[in-house]
């Protein structure tokens, strides 16, 4: 009893010495990280709200056509690195025109006084003729679109996921809501139409 009662005692001071390194019975802390945080690869969101209104200094959103995009009408704006590389980017939109298809795109500058004051669509690999009109470079993958078709509150949430490298990248600034859905033939590829509405933004 004296010998089996010093191995046990030998053993558990081995127990208590190497469980500073990794544990004693287990060889490393294989469990997964909590839920609801982002894996290493990923980003936290990034996150923009505004509510819509005619522009004055400072205004987060702004609405350029009253009737198509009303004062009190808001934006969220999600920009998420995921862990696969790629980036999403989710909308919440309220109090638009109800039952109507919208272009949308994420463009290079901040909203202005007037719709063309956001610049060109932001591309990840940009087109050396401008303003871009062939699909090349002016389609969904290269560029952010975001059309959406409201419900009959005038509300809507779309998406899109893509390889666009924001974080190395200064030229995507504002998010744009258009007249019509955009087009993707030659020559008129990326275009929708008058600029209604503007939400400065980062991603």
Known sequence: MLHRTRALGSLAGLCATSALLVGCGSAENTQPPPAGQPSPQASAPIETTGTYEP????????????????????????????????????????????NRTYGAHVHTKPCGPTGEDAGPHFQQKLDPVQPSVDPAYANPQNEVWLDLHTDAQGNANPSAKGNWQFDSRTDANSFVIHQTHTHTEPGKAGTAGARLGCVTAKF
């Not at 004055?56 to 696969?84: E, F, H």
Request: zero cysteines; glycine letters at 12%.
């Open 55 to 98: 522009y004055k200094q400072g205004a987060a959103a702004v609405t350029y056509d009253q009737a198509q995009v009303p004062p009190g009408a808001t934006a969220k704006i999600s920009s998420q690195r995921l862990g696969d590389g790629q980036t999403e980017i989710k909308i919440a939109l309220t109090g638009l025109q109800p």
